[in-house]
């Protein structure tokens, strides 16, 4: 944290922001990456299918990466880099098909400019110049309200606002405010300006949720023929509360009779703050069978209330998975009833806590059937596997 803040650090800070911006623009250069430009999207997204010859489907999660935490600092930038890095590893080990950004891929509330999605960009980075495709679920704080640093306020008591020069560029906004960029526009901008992007904004009625969608993994020997369906629940936070509302499960229970009326197809599901059904189940000290994990060090933080997705998920036999982050001291798989609830693996050095990161891998085998996991870490080990199939 820092221990002091002036003007003129705010102001280097705004413009170093807009030089990130046009590093983004342009291919955002790094050492295990190659340049590649953010393209305005023309085309729809290209189907997720198992490879030819592959069998199998592997996914990456990456979970809490909380880009923009302390922004205003030295300490700040050094954590987004180190996480770009452990992003970089995990993807040149594993070399995924497609990866899920689980929330809380930014920390608003320590964003001092009206562009949020700035920052969000350079979390999707590593990802998009390796040609992979993703999709992401908000988290609560990525479009949290700006929280003013106490070190900011001068002995007048109100420190003073400094935005660039009307002759720069920023962001295609015209003032400078300190709000960050609601869900609504940051999923938007992550949509319109990446080809590579299978986020969806979700059906209006279940705004302010934003992230609510439905993606489906093909055959590799018929496009038409799903082998897994993947859900993407908004589990709240930041502008409205932390739950899954009444509204969300109706419309799952509802989306996945229309597409899976016999439950098949296998089904998983992600969002990002854990449901109380992971209070049940959770370990009470170390990481035992028939739990599989390698930390269990907080208790879980759950979402504030059950409004009937858990009673909805449970009585579907093709729902196999949920996975979500939020709890950073917590890597663990759990079996609840017929499915299995598990938290990824801290994958950002922004957030609290200073355990080893890494990310949650899933791999989707099309014949037979399984959904196999593990963590992959920063220093290239892996541990905790588990097939969350029967």
């Not at 170093?16 to 023309?42: A, K, M, N, W, Y």
């Not at 700035?118 to 992979?132: C, F, H, K, M, N």
């Not at 801290?346 to 593990?374: D, V």
Request: aromatic fraction near 12%; charge should be negative.
């Amino acid at each position: 944290m820092a221990n002091s803040f002036d003007n003129l650090t705010l102001l280097t800070f705004i413009n170093l922001c807009l030089h990130f911006q046009s590093i983004l623009t342009f291919g955002f250069d790094h050492p295990h990456q190659p340049q590649q430009s953010v393209t305005l999207r023309t085309t729809p997204e290209n189907d997720l299918r198992i490879r030819p010859g592959c069998g199998n489907f592997k996914i990456a999660l990456f979970a809490d990466l909380h880009f923009g935490e302390d922004a205003w600092t030295d300490w700040g930038p050094r954590q987004d880099m180190n996480s770009v890095n452990v992003m970089s590893t995990v993807l040149d080990h594993e070399t995924p098909d497609f990866v899920v950004y689980l929330g809380d891929v930014i920390t608003a509330n320590n964003i001092a400019i009206a562009n949020a999605s700035l920052y969000w960009d350079q979390a999707i980075s590593p990802t998009r110049a390796r040609g992979i495709p993703w999709a992401s679920v908000f988290g609560n704080h990525d479009d949290a309200p700006f929280q003013w640093p106490l070190e900011w306020f001068s002995a007048p008591g109100i420190p003073q606002l400094h935005c660039p020069s009307s002759n720069i560029s920023y962001a295609g906004e015209e003032e400078c405010d300190f709000r960050g960029t609601g869900r609504v526009e940051l999923m938007k901008k992550e949509i319109d300006f990446n080809m590579l992007s299978h986020s969806k904004k979700g059906p209006k009625h279940l705004w302010p949720s934003i992230s609510n969608y439905v993606l489906q993994v093909s055959s590799s020997k018929d496009p038409q023929m799903a082998v897994l369906y993947m859900y993407f629940l908004d589990s709240g936070g930041g502008s409205y509360p932390e739950v899954i509302s009444s509204a969300q499960a109706e419309w799952f229970q509802r989306r996945s009779q229309e597409i899976n009326p016999d439950s098949r197809v296998p089904e998983i599901v992600f969002w990002h703050i854990p449901s109380k059904a992971y209070k049940k189940v959770a370990p009470k000290s170390r990481v035992h069978r028939p739990c599989v994990g390698s930390i269990n060090k907080e208790s879980v933080a759950a979402q504030e209330a059950e409004t009937g997705i858990m009673k909805i998920l449970v009585k579907r036999s093709s729902v196999k998975a949920v996975f979500v982050g939020h709890n950073h001291g917590l890597d663990w798989c759990c079996p609840y009833r017929k499915l299995w609830l598990c938290f990824a693996r801290h994958t950002g050095y922004g957030g609290y806590g200073n355990w080893a990161r890494g990310a949650r891998i899933l791999e989707i085998t099309e014949q037979p059937f399984s959904i196999k996991s593990w963590i992959r870490m920063e220093d290239g080990s892996v541990h905790s596997e588990v097939i969350l199939t029967s």
